[in-house]
């Protein structure tokens, strides 16, 4: 690359970061015409592209970078003494062409108005509105329970679908939500087992979404329970919405509406999960009075979940969460992982005016 076009490159990439920074201050702006318009149209166009394909072209395409990336260090490690303004031409021009096309094709979705908002939500909630969602979600998580394991509650359920089953089911779920919210129609589908399983299992993740190719992968290894609201979130991710919290919303929403009883029993017990937690942070003699309510098998299920990542945990996992946590500070999450907590404000205002 010559080095006038390296130059506009890194000048690009400020200019970048300064209209992030502007960006900020009109998510009106960036939900009516980024995610509401030229979003639709990329990420549709690269899931027509690449989702039809079985395997994960995302993954293959960091493999591929990510071996011609050590190759150039290695090769160019002289210059970096030698001739050092020319190589950092070179890594500010990749970074940044790197950078624009993550925020073109996806990551300006950071930057769109919270959910709550769009929903014409409240963004707080009393300790009573989770309590009453709390013991809801428990009725309907012990309804579903005792229809998939009748006569016996303290049976974890065990679901009978395969991992590529349970992909082709998701769009079910959106395809009801449609119903309601039309930006929710969920085609093409591309959800796929990401070949980094193994890896993405010691990190601590159960999926990400591939910016470059909307492809949304789900960590392989992750007990069949999860797969349902994993995959529903990935997609929440795939149809714009950036946040953590919000994904797992939508997430917790598409499988819950999904028509198989199956789905219906991970997104609720899901959802029952994140307000137990909560609960349990805000008021922990009321959570301790209401879980014996609980069917057994459901905290089995809870359990089943919380073994398999304890199975895993390494010395490293925490560097990751951390690096992660940081990320998620600097595209627009000012709260990094905590942020999580949110999806329980959106559960309880959402179901205080609308049945379960």
């Known amino acids: 690359m010559q080095k006038n076009k390296r130059l506009v490159f890194v000048i690009l990439f400020v200019a970048q970061i300064l209209l992030n920074n502007v960006l900020k201050h009109y998510p009106e702006f960036v939900e009516r015409y980024y995610s509401h318009g030229i979003y639709i149209f990329l990420s549709k166009l690269m899931r027509y592209t690449f989702g039809w394909l079985p395997f994960s072209v995302g993954d293959l395409f960091y493999t591929v970078a990510s071996i011609y990336l050590i190759r150039w260090l290695i090769v ?10 020319n190589w950092l031409l070179d890594v500010g021009a990749t970074l940044s062409i790197a950078f624009i096309a993550f925020h073109i094709l996806w990551a300006f979705n950071y930057y769109r108005q919270p959910l709550h908002k769009s929903l014409n939500l409240e963004s707080d909630y009393t300790t009573h ?3 009453d969602l709390t013991e809801r979600l428990i009725k309907k998580s012990n309804d579903f329970h005792n229809k998939l394991s009748p006569g016996n509650d303290s049976l974890k359920i ?11 089911m998701v769009q079910n779920g959106y395809d009801e939500l449609a119903k309601t919210y039309s930006h929710l129609k969920y085609e093409p589908t591309s959800i796929k087992k990401s070949i980094y399983s193994i890896p993405l299992t010691y990190m601590g993740f159960s999926g990400y979404l591939n910016p470059f190719t909307n492809e949304a992968q789900v960590d392989g290894l992750i007990p069949v329970y999860k797969f349902p609201t994993t995959s529903c979130h990935e997609v929440a991710h795939q149809l714009g919405y950036a946040a953590e919290n919000e994904a797992n919303f939508f997430g917790g929403l598409a499988a819950i509406h999904n028509k198989d009883n199956y789905f219906k029993y991970a997104g609720y017990t899901f959802a029952l999960r994140y307000c137990l937690s909560e609960l349990f942070r805000r008021d922990a003699d009321i959570y301790y009075s209401i879980l014996p309510t609980l069917n057994y098998g459901i905290i089995r299920n809870y359990q089943e979940i919380q073994t398999f990542w304890m199975d895993y945990e390494n010395p490293l996992e925490p560097y990751f969460e951390k690096t992660f946590d940081r990320f998620l500070k600097a595209n ?11 999806v329980v404000a959106l559960f309880v205002n959402y179901f205080k005016d609308r049945p379960l």
């Open 158 to 168: 065990e679901i009978p679908y395969s991992k590529s089953e349970i992909f082709d």
């Open 332 to 342: 627009n999450q000012s709260d990094g992982m905590k942020s999580y907590n949110y």
């Open 129 to 131: 509105a989770l309590v």
């Open 76 to 85: 160019n490690r002289k210059r970096i003494i030698t001739d050092t303004k």
